[in-house]
Every structure is written in C-alpha cells, then in structure tokens.
C-alpha cells in the first residue's frame, strides 16, 4: 500500500492557512505541502457567513496580510470583498494548486517509531477514508464548529410561528422586507445585522439580556485613502498597518488601564450619536469592564443611525418565553415578531475536532499547555494557529506561521528530524486560552488548550512582544527539544499515491 507523504500538512485553506501556506512557499521552499481542506471552497469564515451585511469588524490594513495590500476603499470591508481577497491571494501565489477539497482531517497519529503523522482523511466528494503521512502538521482550523453556532434553548420555541433563523445557516432566500425582525443578541454579528436588516425591514429589534460596549469608526481610513494616492500600494499598505496596530495597542491599553475612564468615553460616544434623552445607562453600559469582552466595533455609527431614524430599536431584558408572534420577556414586555434571529454566538473548538495520538496515547487539548501561543506541550512536530481577541487575528497568524518556517529551518539545518515543547506542568499555574469572558469563550474553557503565568506559556496579546519573541527568540531556549534519531521503520515515500479505503 502507497502512502502519500509531506514535509508538511497544513489544516483548512481560511485567512490562516492561506497566509500560512505563503510563508511556507516563501520561507521553507524546499518543503512540499499540502492543504487539506474540508470544506469545498477557500476562505473558511469568509465563506461560511452570508448574513445580510457581514464584515469584518477590524481594520483590513491588518486584517489582510502584510504580504499583499489591502486595495478596496472600505477599510472595514463587506465579507464577499474579504473572501474575493483570500481567494486572489491563494490563486495569484499559486497556493490554490496545493488544497485538497473536501478533505476532511479526522484523526492524526503521531509514531515516535516511524518520526511522522499518519493522517485519517474523510473525502467528503468520494465518501472514502484516504490515509497520508507527514513530517510536521500545522493546525489552521479557526476557533469554532463549523456545522452549527450556539443555540441555547428558548422556553416556548415550538410555539413560534414566525421564521426562526440562525445566523451561522442563513436562509439564501430569506426575504424580510416589510417584516418585523427581532435580533436576539448583543454581539458583533448583532450590531452588524440590526442596521443591515433594518434597511428593508419593517422595523428591527436587538434584544439584549446585557449591553456590549460599542464603539463607532469610519469604514473609510482618510489616512489611509491619502497615502494610496501618493505611495506605491505595497509602502502605503505598511505604514497604515502599522498605524492601526499602534492605535488598536493604544486602545487596548486604555481600556485596561484607565477602564473607568475608557467607560466614560464609550458612554460618551454613544450619548453623541443617540437621540436626546435615550436610555444610554439602560441599552449601552455593560455590566462588565471594557475589553474583559470583545469590543463591537460598528462602521460609520451604522446601529445609532438605524436607531436614529426609528428603523431600529433596542430592547434589554431576559427572555421569559417566546410566544406564536414574538418574544415574552420577564418584564411582561411583548416585542412582536415575524423573524426571529437567534445572533448566540459561535460554538468553539479546538483544532477542528481533529483527534489527536502521540505513540498511541490520546491527546486531550484541554489537559495541554500552549508554548508560544502556537504549540502544544508534549505533542512533537505539531503547531497550530491561534488569532488575536484584541486585535486582528491576522497579526498572531501570520506571526505563528513564521515562527514555524523558523522552527523548520533550524531543524533542516541542524539534521533534527523531531521538535516538541516540554514542560513540568505540575508546576504551572494554569490559566485559560482566552482572556475574555464572553458567554462563547467560558462555556469551552475545560476544552481548549491552557496557558501558564510565566513565558514561554503565556499567551500575550501584545502585537509589539510576539513580533520580538516569534521571529528573534532563541529556538534553543531549553524548553523546546529537538532530537535527530532516525526512523526506525519506514512508511511510503514522497511523490506516492493517496491512498482510499472504503468508508
Ligand atoms: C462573522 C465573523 C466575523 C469576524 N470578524 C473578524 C474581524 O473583523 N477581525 C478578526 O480579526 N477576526 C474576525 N473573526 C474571526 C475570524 O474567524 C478570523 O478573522 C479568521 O477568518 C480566522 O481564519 P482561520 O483561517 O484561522 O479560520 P477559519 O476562517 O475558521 O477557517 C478554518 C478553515 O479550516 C477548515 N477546517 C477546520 N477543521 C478542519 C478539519 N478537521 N479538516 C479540514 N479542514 C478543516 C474549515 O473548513 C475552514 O475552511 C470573525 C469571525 C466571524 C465568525
């Protein structure tokens, strides 16, 4: 039996495996890799999403890569303008040629023995099992499930008589002019769909249990627009990125230093752009300090404006019962429906549920600790691609993809065939992934990966300290190993066929 062998395997062809497939090419040339992909197109998120007005909530200066420039007008851009770029950056560097469609990564068992990963596929075209091999597996997989968001139950659901509608599987065909929606939500995807939906809606309502802090900026960057004009695209492109990491590092530091006051501000913006005499204290002052939970970031004052011109109105209270025309909630308030948009959020997942065995042990991600943000403790050859939360995730990817090429370089030149980090973690004081608590991070802490107190443990959202750590640290820090035994048994060879067994 052939077994098909890579140097590497990257995971999903989103944002990050895009990005991470370019550095590959870039800075590991001689590396032949693959993407496996489970989906049948590019772009993961980007694809995925269809509801009415999805878009990035970051800047695209450092939401696209650094390697080829943002060039649409909008700097907070529409979700087909963000999947029109990955996909052009994957044809343009000629990464498309390297996904493999409907490859589904299931499970991935790694031999000390044999020195690789013995990859089990599903080929969702085919319905068959297809087996690989690789030497290093790179984990692009994004944070969430992908077949369904977060539901939580609604007492009385049967009852309604409405469309019920999630946003993660939107209706192509859902038409809601003249309608009466209710967006239940406080979150980025529900600041984005109020204002959009209320253009042809009837009229909108966010219900919220609890406010989110908002925060409006322009979905043009003058700045940006100027130096376009003036500047080769690539030079703009630089200097605007590094504008926006500076501003979003500046703000971040705010927040979490002076939140008393960031709080101020916010309140303050908001009062600016609501109508006199709002109930800003009652629908717009979380209960939360500002950035303990992601910042909404809406374009232009999107939402005040809907709120503005009566198209849109908020509603904040708990849910008592939905009812055949709308929602009950506990304050005996009646809000009349003929959509209901359950905006609840995402479910996560750890590296995309693929089942991961080290010399015929299971790994559970949750019992791991993360070095450097991008490997696990214990598990050999193996990295993975987490975002920022407090900035765009781009900035982390694409700097964990270059610290893998480097891993790799050292390891080609030095003759190490293994690397893993290793960590007394008796010892550590565990923390969780994330650093947010938000319903959606809370809810898969006990499953994700954990970090530690001290380096290289840590995960920082620090742009500025991970540029430092992950392209000039030492690789030999005493914590990563290498080893360069050899194999002691041999599996397929490179350039050999895929193999298929049936499912
Ligand atoms: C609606 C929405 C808006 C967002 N807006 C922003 C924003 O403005 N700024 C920001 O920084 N972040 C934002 N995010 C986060 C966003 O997910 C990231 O920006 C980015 O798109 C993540 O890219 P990714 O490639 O890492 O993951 P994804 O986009 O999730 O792509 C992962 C890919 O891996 C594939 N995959 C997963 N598991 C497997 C497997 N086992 N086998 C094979 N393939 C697999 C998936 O099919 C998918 O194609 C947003 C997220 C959502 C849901």
């Not at 420039?69 to 040629?97: C, H, M, N, Q, S």
């Not at 003759?415 to 007394?424: A, E, F, L, M, S």
């Amino acid at each position: 039996m052939f077994i098909e062998h890579f140097d590497v395997v990257i995971i999903g062809a989103g944002l990050s495996g895009v990005g991470a497939a370019y550095r590959m090419q870039t800075k590991c040339s001689k590396k032949r890799y693959a993407i496996f992909e489970a989906r049948a197109e590019i772009g993961g998120t980007w694809d995925l999403f269809r509801y009415p007005g999805v878009r990035s909530d970051s800047d695209m200066f450092t939401l696209a890569y650094p390697f080829r420039p943002w060039k649409e007008a909008k700097a907070i851009a529409d979700g087909p303008a963000i999947l029109k770029y990955v996909r052009e950056t994957a044809r343009e560097f000629g990464i498309d040629r390297h996904i493999r469609f409907q490859h589904k990564v299931v499970s991935a068992s790694w031999s000390s023995n044999d020195l690789r990963w013995s990859l089990e596929v599903q080929n969702a075209a085919t319905s068959e099992t297809l087996h690989c091999t690789c030497s290093f597996l790179y984990g692009c997989t994004g944070y969430y499930r992908y077949d369904s968001g977060y539901q939580p139950e609604f007492p009385g659901r049967d009852r309604f008589r409405g469309q019920f509608v999630h946003p993660q599987q939107w209706p192509e065909d859902l038409d809601y002019s003249g309608k009466r929606v209710v967006v239940i939500g406080s979150g980025a995807t529900a600041v984005t769909l109020v204002p959009a939906m209320s253009r042809k809606a009837a009229h909108v309502t966010m219900l919220q249990r609890s406010p989110s802090y908002i925060l409006s900026l322009p979905s043009e960057d003058g700045f940006a627009n100027l130096l376009r004009r003036n500047l080769p695209p690539k030079v703009a492109h630089r200097i605007v990125r590094w504008k926006n990491i500076l501003v979003g590092l500046g703000l971040f530091q705010l927040c979490k230093r002076a939140p008393t006051f960031a709080r101020k501000l916010l309140r303050k913006g908001a009062i600016n752009s609501l109508p006199q005499n709002y109930e800003v204290d009652t629908h717009f002052n979380p209960r939360y300090e500002p950035w303990d939970q992601r910042l909404c970031f809406i374009p232009d004052n999107d939402l005040y404006r809907s709120i503005r011109k009566g198209r849109a109105s908020i509603a904040t209270g708990e849910i008592d019962s939905l009812t055949e025309d709308g929602v009950l909630l506990k304050s005996g308030q009646h809000l009349s429906a003929d959509i209901l948009v359950s905006a609840t959020g995402l479910q996560m997942l750890a590296l995309g549920a693929v089942r991961l065995v080290v010399d015929g042990v299971s790994i559970h991600p949750g019992r791991t600790f993360v070095y450097k943000g991008t490997m696990l403790s214990d598990v050999p050859n193996f990295a993975f691609c987490v975002g920022y939360t407090n900035a765009s995730w781009t900035l982390r990817a694409d700097l964990a993809s270059i610290f893998l090429c480097r891993v790799l370089n050292h390891m080609g030149r030095k003759g190490y065939r293994t690397c893993r980090p290793v960590c007394n973690t008796h010892s550590m004081e565990t923390r969780p992934l994330l650093n947010l608590t938000s319903g959606y991070v809370m809810r898969a802490a006990a499953d994700l990966p954990k970090q530690a107190a001290k380096k290289p443990w840590v995960i920082r959202q620090n742009y500025l300290l991970d540029l430092l750590t992950m392209r000039f640290s030492r690789m030999e820090d005493g914590v990563l190993k290498f080893g360069s035994a050899t194999p002691t048994a041999s599996v397929g060879a490179p350039e050999q066929v895929l193999t298929a067994s049936a499912d």
